[in-house]
């Protein structure tokens, strides 16, 4: 029975050799896609999940205002909570993010990334495999670094690397360990481990407003959140209270005009923590919440590759289905001869079942091609160390697998084994209406997810477009920029910075040298909050040059810019931007003076808006000072910004690195980059949400057309006869390609217009996550409708058309 099927099989596939071929890529594509994303996922999930303290441990968010939040704590909170809490256990610090530096070993430069810096209890919140050193204690002494397995051969060789002494910020470190990372993923994924956060704790011992490092609290349970989240507002507001010589219940009513109570129940204002447990770190929705150095998954993007897998694969399932069933109409008479030999319903049931899991099981193979063929590129792409793992996807495939049979075998096999031996013998099957409904539905769902793609794709792309020629604030063409840490104490950067300028400025090419204390393009930076009326401002700190708006083309809007002509520029007197100017909530900033951590100082003038984080971000509060107004904050100093001419750029730049050489700035290699290509790098994230959306929108528009002409095809083909008669009777053939045609414009309207809501409302959202947004206007949805029809009308004609060519003799000389 089974080599009768494969036969019976076999004979219809060559038949029909184009639409299998197309309807094996289609659920290829479909298996493909799903499989994956579902990869991808399991990956992101998997992050910190064998870490025995995954549920226990917990980060701290302070949320400084209303839009500003820091998975940062000041250094005494800490032991403060260890010794009055009896829900904290233990607690550590590190830094959120990755360093890179150069090491000296055996007075060989070695440039390191992935370094991060470490209380000496990391290992027992993040326990992986010591495997050389102190299993114990790894960071057994001050001053001591452990490195991975991988990085111990890079650095050492073949020697043992414990107890070797390597320069690291011009100061002796010990290899104390080694450990490795394993297979599994972890949030922290460093190279380098320098133990330096408890000397930087020791050194800030009442520093409660400097918010460092990342804290990591390891709590008795879960349930204890709510507690120690309000104990950390207590001892915010307690410390806040004494430093202004004040009772806490007069400091809430001075600063809050509320009760401490009141105070402590407020849920969207400065001093409020919330605490994020480890388990969820990676699949944060809001990526700044994550307070590791791997950082968060892009949570949304993963949830529309999910999605939109899903539903290509629904597509390729509905296709196979209407494929099957108008395949049916033409199997008619091998239906009625093998009733007419005794078939019995269930026989023709179990055969279109084998068929389906026959097909299916091709498929399975042709995704895994796909697989093996994309992998690659997928995992450059999204920056991925996903692996395929047999085992892993062999379940998913059966599943796959079951519910393909069950449905494309199962629904048309019913709706065959339905047919009437005299029917189906005397081909009056052709004329019923047996099925037409379910296939037309499914043909409008896939015009429906076709239309959602095309809209969604051009509406991504406008706000690309958007992004991409949106005016900035600043200009930074001819503006490079060149990372500043030099070997010099903290408060000698300053300074330093004076004597390299006078230096460059007599290279032949430059027009102008400049610095300030933030950086274009990134988050790094100080920030500082200040009260003005009652409202709270946590400003960006710009210690900055003289000309440093001059130089990246930074407009004032009222007042003055700071100038070496006042000598009260470089002591009391700063500007402020609109936003901040607008968190005052004070019309007429200029004159105005604000306490800033105890300093009275003036304003002299506004600067309007710039973009310095990116689209997604607001425009940030800043507040710009001299580079020696407040010192700290000028010797923030991390870059060099030089204008240079359009000509010789190379040449410009390689006499500034011989001044960089020669006086033995940094132990870093000579580096520059673009002002205005560092920016651009901020739209990779949603330009790879556009190419997600371009990429899975082809493919989904092909696998709707591969359905349409399939069940065109079939359906067209089915009424040649009749299409023969009315050729006989007089009938022109644009009346025939109307008659042929009219159904499926009206089935790709039907589509268009139930596709037009969703698309609407789901783009909105994702458009809401960017603070600089285009507005969805009604040119997507014209565009997609006039795309839609042009295809449809394309690919019908083409078949209708050749319908009307046919001879009419052979389809009526029997009538």
């Keep these: 029975m089974i080599k009768n099927w494969l036969k019976i099989y076999w004979s219809n596939v060559l038949k029909s050799k184009v639409y299998f071929i197309l309807t094996l890529l289609s659920l290829g594509i479909g298996f493909a896609s799903v499989i994956l994303s579902f990869v991808h996922y399991r990956e992101e999930v998997s992050y910190d999940q064998n870490n025995p303290n995954k549920d226990i441990m917990f980060t701290v968010e302070s949320k400084m205002n209303a839009d500003t939040s820091w998975m940062k704590l000041p250094y005494p909170f800490g032991a403060r909570l260890k010794e009055e809490s009896s829900h904290v256990v233990d607690y550590t610090y590190m830094d959120n993010y990755y360093d890179e530096y150069i090491l000296f070993v055996n007075g060989e430069k070695k440039a390191i990334d992935h370094i991060v810096e470490v209380k000496s209890n990391f290992f027992e919140f993040f326990p992986f495999e010591i495997v050389k050193g102190d299993k114990l204690n790894p960071f057994n002494a001050p001053n001591t670094i452990v490195i ?25 470190y010990t290899i104390s360990a080694v450990y490795k990372h394993g297979k599994e993923r972890n949030s922290v994924m460093a190279n380098v481990l320098v133990n330096n956060i408890d000397r930087y704790e020791k050194e800030a011992l009442e520093d409660w407003g400097n918010y460092s490092s990342t804290i990591w609290l390891k709590l008795d349970n879960s349930n204890s959140v709510p507690s ?150 997928l995992k450059v792409f999204l920056d991925s160390r996903m692996e395929i793992e047999f085992t892993y996807i062999l379940p998913w495939l059966l599943l796959f697998m079951v519910l393909i049979v069950l449905l494309v075998g199962l629904i048309p096999a019913l709706f065959t084994a339905s047919f009437k031996t005299l029917e189906v013998l005397k081909g009056e099957i052709n004329k019923s209406k047996k099925g037409k409904t379910l296939k037309n539905t499914m043909l409008i769902v896939q015009f429906t997810v076709a239309c959602f793609f095309m809209i969604g794709s051009y509406i991504v792309y406008q706000q690309v477009s958007y992004m991409i020629h949106k005016d900035l604030g600043f200009k930074g063409e001819q503006v490079l920029l060149i990372p500043y840490f030099v070997k010099v104490p903290f408060k000698e950067k300053a300074n330093i910075y004076y004597s390299i300028k006078e230096e460059i400025l007599k290279v032949r090419g430059v027009e102008d040298v400049s610095t300030a204390s933030i950086t274009i393009g990134t988050s790094n930076g100080s920030s500082s909050g200040f009260t003005y009326n009652g409202n709270k401002i946590q400003g960006i700190n710009v210690g900055m040059d003289y000309n440093y708006l001059d130089m990246l083309s930074i407009e004032l809007k009222e007042g003055r810019v700071l100038s070496s002509d006042y000598a009260t520029d470089t002591i009391s007197n700063i500007m402020i931007s609109e936003r901040t100017a607008y968190e005052m909530k004070e019309p007429n900033p200029v004159g105005k003076v604000i306490e800033w951590n105890e300093n009275k100082m003036t304003i ?45 750029i190379e040449q410009t730049m390689g006499e500034i690195a011989k001044i960089w050489e020669r006086r033995d700035l940094s132990d870093l290699p000579f580096s520059y980059e673009f002002a205005d290509k560092r920016f651009a790098e901020t739209f990779e994230g949603v330009k790879k949400e556009r190419d997600v959306f371009m990429t899975l929108n082809a493919v989904v528009v092909f696998v709707a057309l591969f359905g349409l002409y399939s069940l065109a095809s079939f359906n067209i083909n089915n009424r040649l006869r009749e299409v023969a008669i009315r050729k006989v009777l007089g009938a022109s053939a644009g009346s025939l390609l109307k008659q042929l045609s009219i159904q499926y414009f009206i089935m790709c309207v039907t589509g268009f217009v139930f596709a037009v809501f969703p698309s609407y409302y789901f783009l909105n959202k994702w458009l809401n996550d960017y603070a600089f947004r285009i507005e969805i206007s009604a040119l997507p949805f014209v565009v997609c409708f006039i795309g839609i029809v042009i295809l449809t009308g394309v690919v019908v004609f083409i078949k209708a058309w050749s319908a009307t060519k046919i001879n009419v003799l052979k389809y009526i000389k029997y009538e």
């Design 148 to 172: 991975t397995d991988e990085y111990a051969k890079i650095l050492f060789g073949d020697k043992e690397p414990i107890g070797q002494t390597v320069l690291y910020l011009q100061k002796p």
């Design 228 to 377: 120690v989240e309000k104990m950390i507002r207590e001892f915010l507001i307690k410390d806040l209270a004494k430093d202004a010589g004040m009772s806490i219940e007069e400091y809430i009513k001075k600063e809050e005009g509320m009760t401490v109570e009141e105070f402590l129940n407020k849920n969207n204002d400065r001093g409020n923590f919330r605490l994020h447990v480890l388990a969820d770190q990676r699949m944060q929705k809001d990526r700044w919440l994550n307070g590791t150095p791997e950082g968060g998954a892009n949570v949304g993007r993963l949830y529309i590759m999910i999605g939109l897998s899903l539903l290509i694969l629904i597509l390729s399932v509905f296709n196979y289905i209407n494929l099957s069933t108008a395949q049916a109409i033409s199997r008619t008479r091998e239906i009625g001869i093998r009733k007419t030999l005794g078939a019995t319903r269930g026989n023709l049931i179990l055969q279109g079942l084998f068929e389906a899991f026959v097909t299916s099981m091709l498929a399975c193979i042709v995704a895994l091609v796909i697989i093996e063929f994309v992998m690659p590129w």
């Design 604 to 648: 002299v003038g506004v600067v309007k808006d710039f973009n310095l984080y990116g689209l997604r971000a607001n425009y940030a509060p800043l507040v710009y000072f001299h580079l020696k107004t407040i010192p700290w904050v000028g010797n923030n100093i991390r870059e060099v910004a030089i204008r240079v001419k359009g000509d010789n």
